[in-house]
Every structure is written in structure tokens, then in C-alpha cells.
């Protein structure tokens, strides 16, 4: 249910809305606590990342002409999903008040005419959760599941920090580090200026192990928008002047997520992955007070010696049952993402 003050408003409504009348809008993400809840994230996703059939909209819950919440979408015929990316790691909408995204929440069957499917969320923010809650009375046939798991941890400075690692992965640390010294090795962070840096994180990308990017577009698009507003660090770890090693972190609100990470193959005997790490994460706490170090998506083992702490994301699927659109969207993936909880619940 949404406040009886907002059901009662005869001012609230909700319109779908494109990227180019962001103007109506974009006021709400400026106040956005996560780099991917920007609205520089969104618009790289969306020149970037959609399917040919898709486009880009923005459910938004008005209150007469004032924006109060907008969910960014990507749009096929009467399907809806979150404007998110194999890249996305926590999917923010614009909800500066918990009751105004329960309101858009509570009122999803206005907009969803077939199926609404969200990934990545964050299912602890109190307005995301009030926007579930309000989801769950729309009248929609809804599911949630676990999308996967982030790995994190909160700390106030870097030598309290570093204490509490593994000793292995401290002994590797000083071993590799009095190697790269005689290498001749240089770390460098960058916050402007980004161009150069991002080039050196692409060669480097292109010498890993990794393979191509499934949106090859995405991450010049996004370093170029999200540094403009100061939300990107480019971390380069150089051997005799070439790069070796790079990643990109997003940093917004005292948080620090490492985005993007690449090394070169050839040099891996130096651990280049492992000491660049080390050095950003110690320059950021240092240098910007960060307070909490995120590793992203992914189970991915090493990152258990970086971080402690480990949270799901959430996902959730919702079908409008008056419309055959919606009518298969529950019998294929809600009723199925039931069942998967039933039996997971009733194993030992």
C-alpha cells in the first residue's frame, strides 16, 4: 500500500517518459548515493547496451509537475526489464523518498502491460524495499530471487584494515612489492584527466586473458560521463613506463566499488593484479576517507581475502495477469522462480 497522503493526492500520477525529456526528471539523481545510480550511468547504458528492439524509458511518479521517483527501464512491446548490463553490480533508481517509490511500486500495473523484470537490487535500501513492498500490491504476479552475491567491507582506515587480512596474501604483498621495486615499477591514480588513463586500461584489456567486452562501447562511454562528474578513478601500474596492470573504481559517498580490472599476461609473475589492488585500495582510504571497499559481482575467490563481508543482491520477475503478454511471463518465469525457492527451502 502507498501513504494515504499520496493515494489520496489527486496531483499523483505516473507517466512514462524518455531519456530526452530527462529535463522533467533528472533533479532526482542528483542525490543518487552510488555512481550507478547516476544519471550519467543510465544514459551510458543506454547509448551503449540495448538490443536493436529496445529503448530506453523512465517510469516516473509525478506529483502534479514535481518528479518524486523514476525507474529507469529498457523497454521491447510489453516487456519492461531494469536499465541494467552484465556490468551493473547494484541497480539504483531514483528514490530520494521511500514513500513516493512505494507509491510507484504500488501503481506498476499502470505501466506494466506484459512483464517487469529487475535485477541487482539492493533489497536492504529502505526505499528499494518499500518500492518492492509496494510492488507486491500492485496486482502484479511477483517472484524475487537471488541474483548474486557482492562482496564488501566496511572499515574506517587502511592500516586497521590491512591487519585483518590473510597472511598470505599480506606475505605476497611485501614479497611482490620489494620485486616490483627492483623493476622499476610506478603506480599512478587517476581522477581527471581520464582519456590517456582509460587508453592504458584498454591496452592492458587487450593483453589480459580476458575475453571482449559483450558492449565493447560501454566503458569509454561510461569513464567519459561518470568522470565528469567525479565519480571515476583509474588506477595504471607501470613497468619501465608501459602499462601492466589497470583497473577502474567508481567512488561516490565515501564508497568505492573496483569496477574493472585487467592485467598483462606476460608479466604475472610480479602479481601485477594483486599489488595494484593493494595500492588503490590504501591511496583511496588515505587520500578520500573511504569507508566501505566493494568488489563487485561474482563469487570470484580472491575476493575473500580483500573483503569479509558478502550480501545478496536481489532480483525480481512480475507478470500483469490480464494480458496474455503478462500471462506467459507467470506461467514461464514466476511460477518456475516459486518452485526454485520451494525446493531450496525444503533441502537440508
Not at 528514490?95 to 535485477?119: I, T
Not at 535500501?125 to 510492488?135: C, K, P, W, Y
Request: charged letters at 25%; one cysteine or more; proline letters at 4%.
Amino acid at each position: 500500500m502507498d501513504h494515504p497522503l499520496i493515494s489520496s493526492s489527486k496531483m499523483a500520477q505516473i507517466k512514462i517518459l524518455s531519456i530526452a525529456e530527462r529535463s522533467r526528471f533528472e533533479n532526482l539523481f542528483q542525490a543518487a548515493q552510488l555512481a550507478e545510480g547516476s544519471l550519467e550511468w543510465f544514459q551510458a547504458l543506454a547509448e551503449t547496451t540495448l538490443d536493436p528492439v529496445e529503448k530506453c524509458v523512465f517510469a516516473v511518479a509525478f506529483d502534479g509537475d514535481t518528479a518524486k521517483a523514476a525507474l529507469p527501464l529498457a523497454s521491447t512491446g510489453a516487456s519492461l526489464r531494469g536499465l541494467t548490463a552484465p556490468y551493473t553490480t547494484c541497480y539504483a533508481p531514483a528514490f530520494p523518498d521511500a514513500e513516493w517509490a512505494r507509491y510507484l511500486g504500488a501503481r506498476a500495473q499502470s505501466f506494466v502491460k506484459g512483464s517487469l523484470q529487475l535485477n541487482a537490487l539492493d533489497a536492504a535500501d529502505v526505499s528499494t524495499a518499500a518500492f518492492l513492498d509496494g510492488l507486491s500490491a500492485s496486482g502484479l504476479v511477483m517472484a524475487q530471487y537471488q541474483n548474486f552475491l557482492n562482496f564488501y567491507e566496511r572499515t574506517n582506515d587502511f592500516q586497521t584494515y590491512w591487519i585483518a587480512r590473510p597472511s598470505r596474501l599480506k606475505s605476497t604483498v611485501r614479497r611482490k612489492l620489494a620485486q616490483a621495486a627492483a623493476e622499476q615499477v610506478e603506480f599512478q591514480s587517476y581522477r581527471d584527466e581520464l582519456a590517456d588513463a582509460a587508453q592504458a586500461y584498454e591496452e592492458v584489456y587487450r593483453a589480459s586473458w580476458k575475453i571482449p567486452e559483450p558492449h565493447p562501447n560501454f566503458i569509454k562511454t561510461m569513464v567519459e560521463k561518470l568522470g565528469q562528474s567525479g565519480f571515476v578513478r583509474i588506477g595504471i601500474m607501470r613497468l619501465r613506463g608501459s602499462p601492466i596492470a589497470a583497473q577502474i573504481w567508481l567512488v561516490c559517498q565515501r564508497r568505492a566499488t573496483i569496477f574493472k580490472l585487467a592485467h598483462r599476461e606476460d608479466v604475472k609473475e610480479l602479481s601485477p593484479g594483486t599489488l595494484l589492488t593493494h595500492w588503490m585500495v590504501s591511496t583511496l582510504m588515505r587520500e578520500e576517507g573511504i569507508t566501505e571497499i566493494d568488489f563487485g559481482r561474482g563469487r570470484d575467490a580472491y575476493k575473500r581475502d580483500w573483503v569479509a563481508e558478502s550480501r545478496i543482491r536481489s532480483g525480481v520477475v512480475a507478470g500483469n495477469w490480464k494480458t496474455m503478454a503478462g500471462q506467459r511471463t507467470i506461467t514461464g518465469k514466476v511460477l518456475p522462480t516459486w518452485l526454485s525457492a520451494i525446493i531450496r527451502r525444503a533441502r537440508p
